[in-house]
């Protein structure tokens, strides 16, 4: 009796073994095919050619094209799970973690990215996973940087923490999606600069509202253009 226990839990860790290197295989074979062609070549059948799995594999363990993309994504990604590395300041934490990201945009995982967010146009259901997946659990641990920043007094108060985010991260997508030139540490620096002096607190975060009408001139001090003089000449009676 014990000895058939044993042998059904080793016949259940080699079935074990043999799934996650199938499963590897198949993320690695997906990933790889939108590397060489893009997107719109993953399909199941080129996956399976690829990778060695069979069809019936890949269709039980993912639903759909965008969520085998999505997990291939995930199985790649240069990034370590998303978790805020405190270091004692909010701001550097942030612009540590905006480099680390836009470095690994910056090689073939940014491609990579870009062309299955392209397929988005046309499958609806890649944004939200991605959404849900991958930029969610990233984006709510920036979101407790900036809180923690505030509660330490090193952020204002009453920052818009989603524009703020919207403010540092859009503009790196915008140029991975656009093919607007490198990503490289010097505009990150800049970028992050920009953003973390809006929001620190004192003077360089300090930015004062101004009036709607701020700029313009009061109606009393309004510059009327001058009345001409009319200069009257007296005739001379005297002849010449």
Known sequence: MERNVASAARVAARGRKRSESSRKAILRAAYDLIASDGYRALTFEAVAARSGAGRPTIYR???SKAALAIDAL???TPWA???H???GSAARDIRDAVHRMAKGLSGAYGKVLASVLAGARDDPEILAMYKDRIAGPRRAVAINCLRYGIETGEFRPDIDMEAALDALLLPIF???MMGLGP???EWIDRLAGLVLDAVAAGPKGSRPSLPSDAGALPADNVA???ARR????KRSSRAP
């Not at 009319?230 to 000449?233: A, L, P």
């Open 85 to 87: 590395e405190h270091s």
């Open 174 to 176: 915008v140029k991975l």
């Open 61 to 63: 363990w993912w639903p």
């Open 230 to 233: 009319k200069v009257s000449r």
């Open 183 to 185: 990503i490289s540490a």
């Open 224 to 226: 009327r253009p001058r």
């Open 74 to 76: 995930l199985s790649e």
């Open 81 to 83: 799970e998303a978790r």
